[in-house]
Structure formats: structure tokens, C-alpha cells
């Protein structure tokens, strides 16, 4: 399994970062894929990435909802860091539009989340995008380099069939799965069923946040991304050593991952 979005370099791990390591190793986690969210969360990522190295993996970019006034220069330190010769970035990651709690700022979210797509064309690494309350603005902006030879992960998808179809247009694209999928009331699996293979799918937990039953309400962790696999397999009638290895070989594929840590 490889917990492809996770935020365990965040304070709410500082007592027990490295239990929570253990335990995802334990659980048969391969890698933690870590996607960036602004400037504060940088060095706290690279870290833990440095503690870790070949099993936890940075990404870089700038989360839409921290995008605001001067986000110009801010990306223009982060594009740096990106054509750093010794940098370690596997991916253009967390960025995206979100317009569900406020929208002053959608114009600046729509040129950044552009300019980042350009740096994953630019640098020829892979996009993991943040959709929410935008599903039209992104695929908008997609489209406009759909050819380029893109790849990459649309984060936390919980659309429907008809959205799922679309964003899977986009060739090098899986979706990302989390433990929204295990909640008693979420519409996820019939759309997954209906419109999505399991080999464009991946696991992630997005930890802290949306831990998946039996432990929704609680802290998520990357450990418990064996839940979204099990019950990928339950969806897709597939025994659970099936369903983690598709979801685990697209991974590989997207990221370009080394073997096993």
C-alpha cells in the first residue's frame, strides 16, 4: 500500500510522529507521499522527510486556500526550490482551486493553479490536485494542456459518476480515495462502480483529516489507508491482495517511486 496524500509532518502528530510511522509500516504502508500545503509547512515536511528518507516523499506547490495577496512571490520561492539541481520533489502538489468556504480570491486561484500545471509540464513531474466546489474551473484549466503529457492524482475525489468520467479523460490521471468511501451514507462506491476501473484509482488517507470508519471523527493516519483498501475490495468484488496491487502499481507509475523502503 502507498498512502499517496498525507500530512503527518502537521502539529497534530508532533507527540507521536514516529509511532504513527511505525504503525503504517506495520500495516504494510510502502511509502507516504507528502504534499505541500504553504510556506510554514516546508521545513516541518522536509523534516520528516529527511528522517525518513526513501519512505516519506515531499511534493511541492501551494494549497488554493493559501492563496492570497502576494501569492506571486511566494511561487516564485517555491518554483525555486523546484529547479533546485538536489531537489527531491516527486510531485506539483497540493494545488487546485477551492472555492467552498470563500471565493475572493478565485481569480488568483485560477492563475496559480495554472502556473503550477505549468510547472509539472515544465519539470516533467507528476500533479496532485485539490478540487473542491470547482470542479468545472478545473477541468477548464486542464483542458488547456490536456495534451501535454500530464499525469497525476485528482485528490479526495467524492463526485459523481458523470465528474469521475471526465476528470478520467485525462490520461495520466487517477483518482484519490480516501476514507470518505467507508462512511455509511457516501455515494462514492456507486459512482466508483459505475464509472471508474480500480487501476485508475489510489489510497490515501489525507491525514489528519478524514479518518475512515471504524475511525471516523478521530485523527487519520496514514496506517489506516488499509480500510480504503479493504473496502475497494468489497466494492469491486476482488480479494483485498488485488485491490492493493493495482492501487499500489498506479501509484508507482504516477510518482516514479523507488522500490520499497
Known amino acids: 500500500m502507498i498512502d499517496t496524500h498525507s500530512h503527518i509532518y502537521e502539529p497534530e502528530f508532533d507527540e507521536d510522529r514516529d509511532e504513527v510511522v511505525l504503525r503504517a509500516r506495520e500495516a504494510g504502508v510502502e511509502h507516504i507521499l507528502l504534499p505541500n500545503i504553504n510556506r510554514e509547512s516546508i521545513p516541518r515536511m522536509m523534516d520528516l522527510c529527511q528522517r525518513y528518507p526513501g519512505f516519506c516523499h515531499p511534493m511541492m506547490g501551494l494549497h488554493p486556500e493559501d492563496v492570497k495577496e502576494g501569492y506571486e512571490v511566494l511561487l516564485d520561492e517555491m518554483e525555486r526550490l523546484l529547479t ?24 488568483e486561484q485560477l492563475c496559480a493553479f495554472e502556473r503550477q500545471v505549468c510547472w509539472a509540464r515544465d519539470y516533467h513531474l ?26 497525476g492524482v485528482f485528490h479526495c475525489f467524492g463526485g459523481s459518476a458523470d465528474e469521475a468520467r471526465e476528470l478520467l479523460s ?3 490521471f487517477a483518482l484519490g480515495i480516501g476514507g470518505v468511501l467507508t462512511f455509511k451514507k457516501s455515494k462514492l ?25 471504524p475511525h471516523r471523527g478521530k485523527r487519520n493516519e496514514s496506517s489506516y489507508v488499509s480500510e480504503v483498501v479493504a473496502k475497494l475490495a468489497n466494492i469491486y468484488n476482488v480479494e483485498v491482495q488485488e485491490a492493493d496491487r493495482l492501487t499500489t502499481s498506479t501509484a508507482y507509475r504516477i510518482f516514479c517511486l523507488p522500490n520499497k523502503a
Do not use: C
Open 126 to 151: 507528476p500533479l496532485v490536485i485539490h478540487t473542491r466546489n470547482a470542479h468545472a474551473e478545473v477541468v477548464e484549466v486542464m483542458e488547456r494542456h490536456r495534451h501535454e503529457g500530464l499525469k
Open 189 to 213: 462506491p456507486d459512482a466508483l462502480l459505475e464509472a471508474v476501473p480500480l487501476d485508475r484509482i489510489v489510497v490515501e488517507t489525507d491525514s489528519p483529516y478524514l479518518a475512515p470508519t
Open 84 to 107: 533546485s539541481p538536489s531537489h527531491s520533489y516527486i510531485a506539483v502538489g497540493e494545488v487546485g482551486i477551492d472555492l467552498y468556504w470563500d471565493q475572493t480570491y478565485r481569480e
Open 170 to 172: 485525462f490520461e495520466g
